[in-house]
């Protein structure tokens, strides 16, 4: 299992970014995946996961609304729309493989593949 991201960067307060995880090594719908962040001096924790099988999402109560995953099948690609960026956002996103998610999920938990992360900042 291979996960690649790209696409953080810098933007300002109130500005968009959205980032991208590409799946190698493995069946796309063999694992779910997510979105993980982890910023300066804080744990890691959960932003948004998708079902590869049937589409559900979860989203971290305090980003519903301005981030958006989404999954393309045909490229082996999730991606994290963010908007509406604030300071607090700033971290490190990972994409990883997850548990498996029901089809209105109540949590996310990582299953142990990661991405190698991908800076974001946001400052005017």
């Known amino acids: 299992v291979q996960l690649q991201a790209s696409g953080g960067g810098l933007a300002p307060p109130g500005g968009s970014l959205q980032l991208s995880c590409k799946a190698f090594g493995f069946t796309f719908d063999e694992y779910d995946m997510g979105w993980f962040r982890q910023a300066p001096g804080k744990e890691r924790e959960v932003v948004a996961c998708?079902?590869?099988?049937?589409?559900?999402?979860y989203y971290a109560d305090s980003l519903k609304g301005r981030f958006t995953i989404s999954k393309n099948d045909d490229a082996k690609e999730i991606s994290l729309q963010m908007n509406g960026l604030k300071p607090e956002d700033a971290a490190v996103y990972y994409c990883?493989?997850?548990?498996?998610?029901?089809?209105?999920?109540?949590?996310?938990?990582?299953?142990?593949?990661w991405g190698q992360g991908t800076l974001v900042t946001v400052s005017s």
């Open positions: 998708i079902s590869t099988t049937h589409g559900s999402q």
């Open positions: 990883a493989t997850t548990y498996p998610l029901r089809e209105e999920p109540r949590w996310c938990l990582p299953g142990g593949d």
